[in-house]
């Protein structure tokens, strides 16, 4: 396990941000979201990023979705995994939906990805619906969720 610095990133951390999630997604979100997404100051989006010797090797975003906590997105850079990063940050994400008084959480992730479903399924999240063609290539997605706080299984 890694213990990383886990902080609030602003436009400052948007080319690294950028990289990370260029090299994680296979149809990455476009560095015009992510700065925009960055600039806003309406505290209804936020990023946290994960940083091992001042770099930054992960990162995620949350909003808020009526009453509960969205993940947008969640990313740990390949030479950094299965250190436990990821989960440090799912958790401090939701941290962030507690201090919203956020009574569950939801995200989507692709039909495919077994191994985020895994992480998820960890924290007691499960799966509650699928979007079909959720994602820009046409992949289904599954929606999952979970209660706040986590309860690790
Ligand atoms: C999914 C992802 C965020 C996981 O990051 P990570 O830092 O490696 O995750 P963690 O180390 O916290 O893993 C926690 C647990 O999740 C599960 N897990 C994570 N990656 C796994 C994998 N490749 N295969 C199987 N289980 C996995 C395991 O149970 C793991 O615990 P363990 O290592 O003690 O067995 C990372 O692989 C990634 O960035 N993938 C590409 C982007 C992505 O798919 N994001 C999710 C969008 S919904």
């Known amino acids: 396990m890694y213990l990383v610095d886990i902080g609030f990133c602003g436009i400052e951390s948007l080319d690294e941000i950028h990289a990370i999630e260029s090299l994680c997604n296979p149809t990455p979100w476009d560095k015009g979201w992510i700065e925009r997404d960055l600039s806003l100051e309406n505290?209804?989006?936020?990023?946290?990023?994960?940083?091992?010797?001042?770099?930054?090797?992960?990162?995620?975003?949350?909003?808020?979705?009526?009453?509960?906590?969205?993940?947008?997105?969640?990313a740990v850079h390949p030479d950094y995994r299965r250190k436990g990063i990821a989960s440090q940050l799912l958790l401090a994400l939701c941290e962030i939906g507690l201090t919203w008084e956020l009574k569950s959480v939801a995200l989507d992730v692709r039909e495919s990805n077994g191994s985020a479903q895994?992480?998820?399924?960890?924290?007691?999240?499960?799966?509650?619906?699928?979007?079909?063609?959720?994602?820009?290539?046409?992949?289904?997605?599954?929606?999952?969720?979970?209660?706040?706080?986590?309860v690790v299984d």
């Open 118 to 150: 895994t992480l998820y399924r960890g924290f007691g999240f499960r799966v509650i619906g699928r979007t079909r063609g959720y994602y820009s290539d046409g992949e289904d997605s599954y929606v999952m969720a979970a209660c706040l706080p986590l």
């Open 43 to 74: 505290g209804l989006v936020c990023y946290l990023g994960a940083r091992r010797k001042k770099r930054l090797v992960g990162f995620g975003a949350c909003k808020r979705q009526k009453k509960r906590l969205y993940i947008m997105n969640l």
